[in-house]
């Protein structure tokens, strides 16, 4: 039996962290799938801490922020550096990663007509500055010399850039090398190949 429970809609969204997280951790994930007609009847709605989905659960623990679960499957499965200095930095990092999601998510749903164009623009201002921190560290991780939950959260963001702009990672030889680096690890590589995972579009509006 899976050991935990994913309950979200049918889109990557801000999910696909923490399903690539457990893949490369060879965990199973059971997941429930919530249609837009069933979430509109609001009973799930009530049930959820904050009103919004996603809801992970672990036994009797539940779950709801997908930071917090990322940040408790750091934890469990050894993804959450080696000391508390290396915790405290790959915290940071998420948090850079949580701030560019943020502007991505608020571009595709609020101004992907009138935004994209200006948000590419930008980007590699925000792009420069996971490299630069990145390369510093040597190791192809963002802290310590082991892949942690920031290091997923990350991917996957960037995965959607590269989506939304091809050539964004081409000035970032040691994102480009990150990204390429996680796509081959065989587990994530069988995951983002899988039918499951491709058919789930990015955003819940389709725009990517
Ligand atoms: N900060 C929350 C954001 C959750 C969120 O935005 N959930 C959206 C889907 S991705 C949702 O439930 N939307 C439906 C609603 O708000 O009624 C997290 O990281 O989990």
């Given amino acids: 039996m899976a050991p935990y429970t994913l309950t979200y809609f049918a889109v990557k969204g801000r999910c696909s962290a923490l399903k690539i997280l457990l893949a490369d951790q060879g965990q199973q994930l059971k997941e429930n799938l919530v249609t837009f007609d069933d979430w509109m009847k609001g009973d799930l709605k009530k049930c959820c801490v904050f009103g919004q989905l996603p809801k992970f659960e672990d036994g009797d623990l539940v779950l709801f922020q997908s930071n917090a679960m990322l940040r408790h499957l750091g934890r469990k499965h050894g993804a959450y550096g080696k000391n508390d200095s290396e915790a ?34 930008d980007l590699p ?84």
């Avoid at 948090?95 to 994209?116: A, N, P, S, W």
């Avoid at 082991?146 to 590269?162: E, G, R, V």
Wanted: proline share 3%; hydrophobic share 40%; charged share 25%.
């Fill in 88 to 121: 405290a930095l790959i915290d940071m990092m998420n948090d850079g990663v949580e701030d560019l999601r943020l502007k991505y998510l608020k571009m595709i749903y609020q101004e992907y007509e009138t935004g994209k164009e200006a948000y590419i623009k």
């Fill in 125 to 208: 201002n925000h792009l420069s500055k996971f490299g630069a921190f990145m390369a510093k560290n040597k190791s192809g991780f963002l802290v310590g010399d082991k892949i942690s939950f920031a290091d997923y959260n990350l991917f996957d963001l960037l995965l959607n850039h590269k989506v939304l702009s091809p050539t964004c990672l081409d000035a970032f030889p040691t994102l480009k090398a990150f990204v390429d680096t996680l796509s081959a690890r065989p587990k994530i590589k069988a995951l983002l190949e899988s039918d499951d995972f491709k058919k789930l579009p990015i955003n819940g509006n389709g725009k990517q």
